[in-house]
């Protein structure tokens, strides 16, 4: 993979080619993005480019005296050149030089998985889905209800394979991918982290700081990957072959999430969110109990992750409502959406319409970690009930 094929976050690749460039090269990298920021096809390029044996701008001279005469050496490059011998591999997943550690499961009861028993559904997961988190990961190989580690024998793997030396390239690199994953037999990796053999990188890609071992995150130099601009997850929707509303509704309503947004585009002519969406504030509005639970099972039977499109679709017209009431109209908002903002400010204050936007958020939450659907989605249209009967300020506190 190349920078070129890594969806907007110009800065980010401008300031990792420069640490190359430069010789600012750090031995541990912790490329710390949210969900659908590309953190990990990053990590990958990354890796890529430092194994290029164009992109360096080294030349025949740097192997020792030519009889022709010293050559120029030729001009670095700020993209992996995509032709070489260390790029075609690395572009199919199977560079020697580039190892992948991700979270698995065991396959049998007493099993002790690594990441190599899955390379296969690795490298094929990587290319149909290298926006895609770890619930897709884990869902790929099966995992259903089994909870995905990076487990002690992973540790002692990462480590025989980083002692030998490299096979074709001048450095050999590890792409760890979920490091939260790790348990305290991550802790076996601290002394090959901070003492590591010469030429070996280590990249560690995460979402959440918080659930990294301390002792590692300490040992690693902090490469933030901001959340994507809605214009560039526009243009990789519409190369993809989704256009103009379609295209431009998905890109707002990620909010810089390009998984987010592929789902939302994928799915436009599947659900009618609007509809669910109007059905929804009228039981909440009429608080009729028997209505609640009819509505409630209606949406228990869309699976988790459309659940979850809903919640972010109430939240992107909760915001285009604000916005609309603070700066005005947009041009470029969509007319359907528009008019549902205006009914949404009928209806709600802005500080109700906060209240509400802070219960989807943990929604959200709970959705992504498997909470109960009929519970969750009951509990929710109660309180959307209250919040509407202008009782938010109670409820947010």
């Not at 995509?82 to 075609?88: D, F, N």
């Not at 396959?107 to 899955?118: F, H, I, L, V």
């Not at 580690?149 to 002692?156: F, G, K, S, V």
């Not at 039981?283 to 988790?304: C, E, L, Q």
Request: aromatic residues 8%; negative net charge; proline residues 5%.
């Amino acid at each position: 993979m190349q920078f070129k094929d890594v969806i907007g976050q110009a800065t980010v690749k401008q300031h990792l080619v420069e640490l190359v460039q430069q010789n600012r090269l750090s031995h541990a990298l912790l490329f710390l993005g949210k969900e659908g920021s590309g953190a990990l096809s990053l990590a990958i390029a990354f890796a890529q480019y430092v194994l290029c044996e164009k992109a360096s701008g080294k030349s025949e001279s740097d192997l020792g005296p030519s009889m022709f005469g010293d050559l120029e050496p030729a001009p670095a490059m700020n993209d992996s050149c995509g032709q070489c011998r260390s790029c075609v591999k690395a572009e199919q997943y199977i560079h020697p030089d580039i190892h992948f550690s991700y979270p698995v499961i065991p396959r049998k009861p007493g099993d002790k998985p690594t990441s190599t028993d899955y390379i296969t559904q690795w490298r094929e997961f990587l290319k149909e889905s290298p926006y895609g988190n770890a619930y897709d990961w884990l869902l790929s190989i099966k995992a259903e209800n089994k909870q995905g580690n990076i487990t002690a024998e992973e540790c002692n793997s990462i480590i025989h394979k980083l002692s030998l030396k490299s096979f074709e390239s001048e450095y050999k690199i590890l792409i760890m991918w979920m490091p939260e994953y790790l348990q305290n037999s991550g802790n076996k990796l601290l002394k090959l982290i901070e003492e590591p053999p010469a030429k070996t990188l280590f990249i560690l890609v995460a979402e959440n700081a918080d659930n990294i071992l301390p002792t590692i995150l300490s040992r690693c130099q902090l490469i933030k990957i901001p959340a994507l601009e809605r214009e560039d997850i526009e243009a990789a929707l519409q190369t993809n072959g989704y256009e103009g509303e379609r295209a431009s509704l998905a890109a707002s309503m990620a909010d810089g999430n390009y998984r987010v947004a592929l789902l939302e585009a994928e799915n436009a002519e599947d659900n009618d969110w609007q509809a669910i969406l109007r059905e929804w504030l009228n039981v909440a509005f009429h608080g009729n109990p028997i209505n609640y639970t009819k509505w409630v099972d209606t949406i228990s039977k869309y699976g988790r992750e459309p659940q979850k499109q809903f919640i972010y679709f109430f939240i992107h017209l909760l915001e285009q409502a604000l916005r609309l009431k603070v700066l005005g109209a947009n041009a470029e908002t969509p007319t359907s959406e528009l008019d549902f903002a205006q009914r949404l400010n009928k209806l709600l204050t802005i500080e109700q319409q906060e209240a509400i936007m802070s219960e989807l958020d943990k929604a959200a939450y709970y959705i992504e970690r498997n909470a109960n659907p009929k519970l969750l989605f009951h509990a929710l249209t109660i309180k959307l009930n209250h919040i509407i009967k202008d009782k938010a300020l109670i409820l947010a506190q």
